[in-house]
């Protein structure tokens, strides 16, 4: 079997995309792959400083790179909005959404408004920030909407009648049921997508295994990272076939192709059953539209905007 590697990535001049999280880790290795290629990349990220920092690096890496920073706050349903609005303000197009940003096990904390932070965070802000962004997609030939998901969605579970942790919180759990989410997220998007007749291409990727500042609040993580993660740029490659394979298919799902998915070169990878769950899905984007505000691909769009 042929090894998709970065060499198999197509040139991708006169294309944009937003990275969510660029600053760091699979987001700015997927950066980097993407500038090379010739494409301009915006980096969506909540500090100035360290997106700043990661443009200068870029730089350094491809010195013509077409890099843009603009402050995103995936825990403010505002700062989505602000961000949507500026984006739209500078671009006419849009190929490339690649909502990469992630929270791993923190402490129970909660979003601006309200939202338990990885729910909050990990689904609801890239589903709010998708939404706000569908016009400018659906106004770009083939555009795709990438959605970095996790090994950890197999042991996710939806609990509706406690995504936001008002009864309890386990941080792994919350994890697992946040990266289940964005498994749900995706394959709900191609349907709809599907059924309005759009161009537009919803996939989903995970890392395996890759060592990445994700992980800091688990010291243990940190540690085997030392043993068995792989580094972030073959950790960013499942995301970048995800993002500009041209073989790829709505709803396709990619991972490395090694041990347990864990390290390798990207392929197609199966998904636990409960991300399959069209109920679940369809209940998910409900609760998603309402908690957020953010209608999209349905009957309460008109109003929404």
């Given at each position: 079997?042929?090894k998709w590697t970065h060499d198999r990535i197509p040139d991708q001049t006169g294309r944009v ?223 970048l076939r995800a993002a500009t394979d041209p073989q790829a298919m ?56």
């Open positions: 079997m042929t995309a937003i990275i969510t999280g660029a600053n760091t880790g699979i987001g700015f290795e997927t950066a980097a792959a993407l500038a090379a290629k010739n494409a301009a990349v915006v980096l969506a990220c909540r500090n100035r400083g360290k997106a700043e920092d990661a443009i200068e690096r870029l730089h350094r890496r491809t010195p013509n790179a077409a890099l843009e920073f603009i402050e995103l706050d995936l825990a403010s349903l505002t700062s989505i909005r602000s961000f949507a609005v500026r984006y739209a303000d500078g671009h006419d197009r849009l190929d490339l959404l690649i909502n990469n940003a992630g929270v791993m096990i923190p402490p129970l904390g909660h979003t601006e408004d309200g939202f338990e932070l990885q729910f909050g965070c990990n689904h609801l802000g890239h589903f709010a920030l998708t939404g706000r962004l569908m016009d400018l997609l659906e106004a770009t030939p083939d555009s795709r909407v990438v959605n970095v998901a996790s090994m950890a969605h197999r042991y996710g579970a939806m609990d509706f009648d406690n995504l936001n942790a008002e009864k309890r919180y386990d941080k792994m759990k919350a994890y697992g049921q946040s990266k289940l989410a964005n498994l749900l997220f995706t394959f709900e998007l191609q349907r709809r997508l599907k059924q309005s007749g759009s161009t537009i291409m919803a996939t989903a990727a995970h890392p395996g295994w890759t060592g990445t500042d994700l992980q800091r609040h688990s010291a243990f993580i940190m540690l085997a990272n030392r043993f068995f993660a792989q580094s972030p740029p073959m950790g960013a490659l499942p995301t709505g709803g396709d799902y990619y991972g490395p192709s090694g041990f347990f998915e864990m390290r390798g070169y990207p392929t197609k990878v199966g998904t636990s059953p409960a991300a399959k769950n069209q109920d679940d899905a369809r209940s998910l984007w409900q609760v998603s539209e309402t908690l957020t505000g953010v209608a999209f691909l349905s009957r309460e769009t008109a109003a929404a905007r």
